[in-house]
């Protein structure tokens, strides 16, 4: 959401223009039921408008250029504007290092 500005990151598909709603819910780019991973490079920030009318499908390539286009406009300067669902061996590493929850157990 800090990286947005608090803005949606949704399109607007004839101008590749930005959605100008304030960003109400953090989502996948590549679908969580999908198999795209909990990743800052595959997270976006969007209003709930644009991410019911999302929902769970995979974005098209020309959804993909244009998010990583508009990103460079408003991303601070250093952040990796790229959309990746791939984890990195140090997100692996990361995850790995989270204990799991067990699911309690009725007797």
């Given amino acids: 959401?800090?990286?947005?500005?608090?803005?949606?990151e949704g399109s607007l598909v004839l101008l590749w223009g930005r959605?100008?709603?304030?960003?109400e819910?953090?989502?996948?780019?590549?679908?969580w039921s999908r198999g795209g991973a909990?990743?800052?490079?595959?997270?976006?920030?969007?209003?709930?408008?644009?991410?019911?009318?999302?929902?769970?499908?995979?974005?098209a390539w020309w959804y993909i250029v244009g998010l990583e286009r508009r990103r460079r406009t408003y991303?601070?300067?250093?952040?990796d504007v790229r959309v990746s669902a791939a984890?990195?061996?140090a997100d692996r590493r990361l995850r790995?290092?989270?204990?799991?929850?067990?699911?309690a157990r009725n007797h």
């Fill in 1 to 8: 959401m800090g990286r947005a500005g608090g803005r949606c």
């Fill in 38 to 59: 909990t990743v800052s490079s595959n997270g976006q920030a969007l209003c709930h408008r644009c991410n019911r009318s999302k929902a769970n499908t995979r974005p």
């Fill in 25 to 31: 819910e953090a989502d996948h780019v590549y679908p």
């Fill in 75 to 79: 991303f601070p300067p250093g952040c």
């Fill in 19 to 23: 959605c100008s709603r304030p960003a």
């Fill in 96 to 103: 790995s290092s989270v204990p799991r929850r067990r699911p």
């Fill in 87 to 89: 984890m990195s061996a």
